[in-house]
């Protein structure tokens, strides 16, 4: 017995090494002329991946963001796993780590389209269902920039009218943080919306659409936070208590979605909204995967892990046509909108833009929108002077949006812009408006095939020298597109093998190079002929 016990302290303590040695190691090595994409959609500026990285946990990390354990190649080759998994990105490997299973390459066929169909069909297949169609066919405006968490009936009127006035479409309008009296309540709060049901009319009469923003989070000792402790919706540590958890805004409770009683009382509760103010939809913002990574903390469902919380907090949009996700666990091909996450006001964050935006695509994420246009960081918008805010990099950014699947304004252009600019962008939005029906036809495909809007060239034509190449993206299977994302007015454009025809008319022959100008006015754009 004494030699049982010597035995069992001797492997708890060395438990922890114990647990690192069991994991289960996958090394990916590449094959001549492999590249690789996957994981985390935030870091589709390092896809594929060629330099060395350090270790990155799908279970407790995001980067603001949606991440897949999903990796494939342009040999026709892929990872999937339906748990979350560590990676680090070597010289010529990727090394994957499993607490949970382990992982096997996968050959599917010889490019990255046929890994990216196999992997589609058999892991995350289209649901055939889309979101509510105007997110593709109008511009997406949101109070955050200009409001920040002073949202009020009468500035929130006063935007909607500034972008009626200003020659902009209608389109779906966000309401965004603080609009209710605290977290985890509904309700307006009385002295910034004397009468939120006639404010929601008023907007549906000026053509728009109404989403609130919404978080799982609730704020502790208020009348909603003891009620939803009494019927257990709350998440709990192992003392039994009420769980609390920190993030951006605080401290609060947390709704325990892995509860299907919780989640169908949240969704009454969002219902109820829809049917007293009018309202359209909701922006489900939170739900990250770092704040579920406290061991302490007990749910529901015994064995849920931190993404579990993560893909519950999704699976409630889909009861509203209306809805936008920025954190997001699997749920590819599902009828939900999905934004990339804040980026700032920076020639570097326009670059971002198409590299993330193709890696949603391959992702499974269809249906995105490149964050807000300028960049979603409201500190960069205050207190600033029309002429020092760098105009050429908010027309270059609104550029970015004008023909990817949706776009989105937050700083109201007409604040920051002279009259040339703002003339500028006005068309841009004008532009979507005129390629809806093209945009809203790569929708439907992708509802039936699952393939992305938002493809890579090396996805389009394998084998073409395409696989570096993350600042030209195609739009369905019709339109390359090539903005400019720097200060220049020039830019070199590499050209697909066919014949292709710009923007402003002319003739181009495929498999070249072209140096072409670009003014502030243009964005460039081919159709494959």
């Not at 922890?16 to 994409?37: A, D, H, M, N």
Request: contains cysteine; glycine residues 6%.
């Amino acid at each position: 017995m004494l030699m049982k016990k010597v035995v069992l302290l001797l492997y708890l303590s060395l438990f922890p090494f114990v647990c690192s040695y069991s994991q289960k190691r996958t090394q990916i090595e590449f094959l001549p002329g492999e590249y690789w994409w996957g994981g985390v959609v935030a870091r589709g500026s390092q896809m594929p991946y060629v330099k060395p990285s350090r270790e990155y946990n799908l279970a407790s990390q995001n980067d603001n963001n949606q991440i897949v354990p999903f990796f494939l190649s342009n040999k026709g080759r892929y990872v999937w796993s339906d748990y979350p998994f560590k990676f680090t990105v070597g010289e010529n490997e990727i090394i994957v780590n499993s607490d949970y299973e382990n992982i096997t390459v996968q050959t599917t066929g010889a490019t990255l389209r046929e890994a990216y169909l196999y992997a589609c069909k058999k892991h995350f297949p289209s649901s055939g269902q889309l979101p509510d169609s105007l997110f593709f066919v109008r511009p997406q405006y949101n109070t955050w920039i200009e409001l920040m968490y002073n949202q009020n009936q009468q500035d929130i009127l006063t935007y909607a009218q500034g972008i009626i006035d200003n020659g902009f479409p209608a389109g779906v309008l966000m309401i965004d943080d603080n609009w209710q009296k605290y977290y985890g309540n509904f309700d307006f709060q009385p002295e910034k919306f004397p009468d939120p049901k006639a404010m929601t009319d008023k907007l549906h009469a000026l053509g728009f659409k109404v989403m609130l923003w919404v978080c799982p989070f609730v704020s502790a000792d208020s009348p909603e936070y003891r009620f939803l402790r009494s019927k257990g919706y709350l998440l709990k540590n192992r003392n039994g208590q009420t769980a609390i958890i920190n993030w951006w805004n605080g401290q609060s409770a947390c709704y325990d979605f892995t509860n299907p009683d919780a989640a169908a009382y949240f969704v009454s509760v969002l219902k109820e909204m829809q049917e007293k103010y009018g309202i359209d939809g909701f922006k489900f913002d939170a739900g990250d995967n770092n704040f579920y990574t406290n061991t302490d903390l007990i749910s529901y469902k015994k064995d849920a892990i931190s993404v579990d919380h993560t893909l519950e907090w999704a699976k409630i949009g889909l009861e509203f046509p209306f809805n936008e996700y920025r954190a997001c666990w699997k749920m590819g091909g599902e009828a939900l909108v999905q934004r990339l996450g804040d980026k700032n006001y920076s020639w570097h964050a326009v670059q971002l833009l198409i590299p993330d935006m193709i890696a949603a695509g391959l992702l499974g994420y269809a249906y995105v929108c490149p964050d807000m246009i300028g960049g979603g960081q409201y500190s960069s918008f205050l207190n600033i002077d029309r002429d020092k805010f760098d105009q050429a990099l908010i027309v270059r950014s609104a550029q970015v949006h004008t023909l990817m699947p949706m776009m989105q304004f937050s700083v109201a252009p007409w604040r920051i812009l002279n009259s040339e600019n703002l003339e500028i962008v006005r068309n841009m939005a004008r532009l979507h408006e005129k390629m809806s029906g093209y945009i809203m036809d790569c929708a439907r495909k992708s509802a039936k095939t699952g393939e992305p809007i938002v493809r890579h060239l090396e996805y389009s034509f394998p084998n073409e020298g395409f696989a570096d190449c993350n600042d030209q993206f195609m739009l369905g299977g019709k339109y390359m597109i090539t903005p400019v994302v720097t200060i220049n007015n020039t830019r070199t454009v590499k050209l697909p093998k066919g014949r292709w025809k710009d923007d402003l008319g002319k003739i181009h022959k495929g498999g070249q190079t072209i140096t072409i100008e670009v003014p502030l006015n243009r964005l460039p754009y081919f159709e494959m002929l």
